[in-house]
């Protein structure tokens, strides 16, 4: 195929966040770039103008197109003639400021891939998504996790039926590196982490169990219903919760559980999600992603492994892969094959055909609308003692 076809082109990439001593902003730029289909042209890479000028160079971005804010950039690059301009803009800050971001970039005409969780509260995410319905833009979302080979293999074994009506989804994300107060160590992704004004109504649960849920919906596409929710804050003095659990009732009479940790001891990024159906089971592990379990009563387990050229690799799952079998791939790929369905559908946008915006493979603005929403709810739940609460969103139905 040739290079984002049919606009025949390289796209323009500016970064908002990814300043130095960051984490995503960096991920997000060698994600975009890793095949080949974009270029980081511009940034606003920090909050600090000082920092944000001084992190330029660490990517390549050319002095007069390193800005000293996000308004600023976006202001000079609609001054620049077409072919120059950026096509699409990053978003890698803390939670608190994605919605100006993205919300300013798609009106000023620019295509958007957003960090998770997509906003700061739920009445962002719902006024994001009329921004996104009004214009033209794509918007992304990047759930990285939904881009492993073998987790778009899940997603189409369901489909299709392979694992036959869903009755359970089991997602836990278990970390450990907040079990002390990192953040009055100057930690600062902790910092903003446990900061109720930077990072929302939660914690670990907006931080990490937006991802586990989120992989449910991605894999099995069931429509939740119910939430039932526990939250807690172990260590003491921090505002944010650090542990919890919620229970989903979903419509079509499935149960779901979503554990989220941020206190294990020796746990590192322990996503895993087991998804049970009347005809096989499922079990997929991000710290071991090119294996995936299949059980079948009766039947010796399977492992299904990450291999582009085997029989048992389905058209989704192969064509997330970019190695042969056995090289590992894993976070950085898997981030850039959300990259490469949004490029799809923004190479599209250019060449003036119209995009899909609801049905995508790449996780989208309903999904940071149902995130959004999956976190309101649980905490108000959990301030109910636990009280069954809606989960459906009207908006955010597919
Ligand atoms: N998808 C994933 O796997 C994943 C992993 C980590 C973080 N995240 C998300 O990415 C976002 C960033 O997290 P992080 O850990 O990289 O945070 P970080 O604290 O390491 O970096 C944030 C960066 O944003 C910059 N920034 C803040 N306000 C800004 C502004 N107004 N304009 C320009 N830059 C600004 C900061 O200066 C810093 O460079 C968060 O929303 C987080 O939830 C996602």
């Not at 944000?52 to 609609?78: F, H, N, V």
């Not at 995130?371 to 739940?381: D, H, L």
């Amino acid at each position: 195929m040739a290079l984002n076809e049919p606009l025949n082109r390289k796209l323009r990439m500016a970064l908002v966040g990814g300043g130095q001593g960051s984490f995503i902003g960096r991920v997000h730029s060698i994600a975009a770039c890793l095949d080949n289909r974009a270029t980081l042209v511009a940034g606003a890479l920090s909050s600090n103008p000082e920092r944000a000028k001084a992190s330029a160079p660490d990517y390549g971005i050319a002095e007069d197109r390193a800005y000293t804010s996000y308004q600023e950039m976006l202001e000079a690059e609609l001054k620049l003639p077409e072919g120059e301009r950026i096509d699409f803009v990053s978003i890698a800050t803390p939670n608190h400021v994605h919605f100006e971001v993205a919300d300013a970039a798609i009106k000023a005409g620019f295509n958007v891939v957003c960090d998770k969780p997509m906003t700061f509260d739920l009445a962002q995410a719902e006024q994001l998504l009329e921004t996104v319905q009004a214009n033209d833009a794509v918007f992304a979302l990047s759930h990285n996790y939904t881009g492993y080979p073998l987790v778009r293999q899940a997603r189409e074994m369901i489909a299709s039926g392979e694992l036959g009506e869903i009755n359970a989804v089991r997602a836990q994300y278990i970390q450990g590196w907040l079990r002390t107060s990192l953040e009055e160590e100057d930690q600062k992704q902790a910092a903003w982490r446990t900061d109720p004004s930077k990072s929302g109504a939660a914690g670990a649960f907006g931080d990490i169990a937006t991802h586990a849920y989120n992989l449910g919906r991605y894999m099995t596409g069931l429509f939740p219903d119910q939430v039932s929710c526990s939250l807690k804050t172990f260590v003491e003095g921090r505002k944010l919760d650090d542990y919890g659990t919620a229970v989903i009732r979903y419509e079509n009479g499935a149960l779901g559980t979503v554990t989220a940790s941020q206190i294990s001891h020796g746990r590192e990024n322990d996503l895993e999600i087991e998804i049970d159906g009347t005809k096989g089971s499922l079990r997929w592990r991000q710290e071991n992603p090119n294996e995936m379990i299949y059980r079948q009563n009766g039947k010796a387990h399977q492992i299904l492994t990450r291999d582009p050229n085997a029989p048992f690799m389905n058209s989704m799952g192969a064509a997330a892969c970019r190695l042969p079998s056995g090289h590992p791939e894993a976070f950085f790929e898997a981030f850039a094959n959300v990259y490469a369905s949004a490029f799809d559908a923004m190479a599209e946008r250019a060449a003036g055909k119209s995009v899909e915006k609801k049905d995508t493979v790449y996780t989208n603005c309903y999904d940071g609308v149902e995130g959004m929403y999956f976190i309101q709810q649980c905490v108000a739940s959990s301030g109910e003692n636990a009280a069954w609460v809606p989960l459906k969103h009207e908006a955010a139905r597919r």
